[in-house]
């Protein structure tokens, strides 16, 4: 488990670099933070350096929306917020995107947490103070 300290917009662009480098060989990132703790954001500017073209926006209504890099490769972006029953997840077929071998990044994935594979990130946003957010990246091997 690995923490850094963002101070806002002006260092975004380090801290996606930081959550990229850390979870690197994983698939599924799962991005845990109350509302405003900017989760979002940080997926957009993951995004960005990730070479995603697409305007990434949260897909809370929609469940998932899927983004494209400039050689068609997908990213799937997951928001769980609005969910009510985990079949829900399951009906759009949830678990094909996260054996997909894509990279798939899950908002409030602790409402379908029993779905979620046994390997795969977690990035914790922390709110301080202002702008300041904790970023905590932990790698979750064998359900651990």
Known sequence: ???????GLPQI???AKFVIDLCEGQKVWVFKGE???GKTTLIQEIAKQMGVLDRVSSPTFSLVNEYQDQAGVAFYHFDFY???DVEEAV????????HSGSYCWVEWGERVAELIPENFALIELLKGDDEMREITVKII???E
């Open 91 to 98: 009906e759009i077929g949830v678990d094909e995107y996260f």
């Open 13 to 15: 662009s380090e801290c």
């Open 82 to 84: 609005r969910i009510d």
């Open 141 to 143: 091997l064998d359900g």
């Open 35 to 37: 509302l405003g703790a």
């Open 1 to 7: 488990m690995t923490t850094i300290s963002c101070k």
